[in-house]
Structures are given as structure tokens and as C-alpha cells.
């Protein structure tokens, strides 16, 4: 009679510690979990400053670029439409200005 009592006493303690031991591992595990991936790392909105900062002054220096590439083509147009070359028709000769 107590083997069966003790038998009996054991199923239950175990069934009730893997009842409530399993939950509450999970619980614990997944709110380590959460604590993990909810906390950013230290550096990170410096670094993001950072990023912006470097960001902004490449496209203040990229209008720049685009800014004097478009005023260079402008002067070439200039340039170009001011001293455009004669064109005769083939087979005339420029005239002759030795004296």
C-alpha cells in the first residue's frame, strides 16, 4: 500500500511540477526575450545622428557638383552658339584675304 501511495505522490508532483515549471520557463524565457530585442544598443541614436548628419552634407555637396556642372553647361551652350564655325557649301573655297 505505500508503494502504491508513493506512486501515486510521485505522478502528481510531477505532473504538477511539469504543469506549472514548463510555463513558467517559457514566461521567463520569452519576456528575457523581449528585454533583449526592446532595448536598442547604446550607440545607436548617436550613430544615427551621425548618419544623418553625413547624409545631409553629401546632398549639400552633391547640389554643389550639380549646381556648377549646370553653369558650365551653360557656358559651353554660350560658348558655342557665339563662335560657330563658317560652313560653306562643299566645293566653295573661303576667299582670299592675302594682299
Known amino acids: ?3 502504491d501511495i ?3 505522490v510521485g505522478t502528481f508532483s510531477t505532473a504538477i511540477i511539469l504543469g506549472l515549471g514548463i510555463p513558467i520557463i517559457r ?3 520569452r519576456r528575457k526575450e523581449l528585454e533583449l530585442t526592446a532595448r536598442p544598443a547604446p550607440l545607436t541614436d548617436d ?4 548618419i544623418e548628419q553625413a547624409v545631409d552634407a553629401m546632398a549639400l ?3 554643389r557638383i550639380s549646381e556648377g556642372q549646370r553653369f558650365v553647361t551653360k557656358l ?3 560658348q558655342q552658339s557665339v563662335a ?3 560652313q ?3 566645293g566653295e573655297r573661303l576667299p582670299d584675304t592675302r594682299s
Open 1 to 3: 500500500m505505500t508503494e
Open 6 to 8: 508513493v506512486a501515486i
Open 27 to 29: 514566461s521567463y524565457n
Open 47 to 50: 550613430r544615427i545622428a551621425r
Open 61 to 63: 555637396e552633391l547640389e
Open 76 to 78: 559651353l551652350a554660350e
Open 84 to 86: 560657330q564655325p563658317m
Open 88 to 90: 560653306l557649301p562643299v
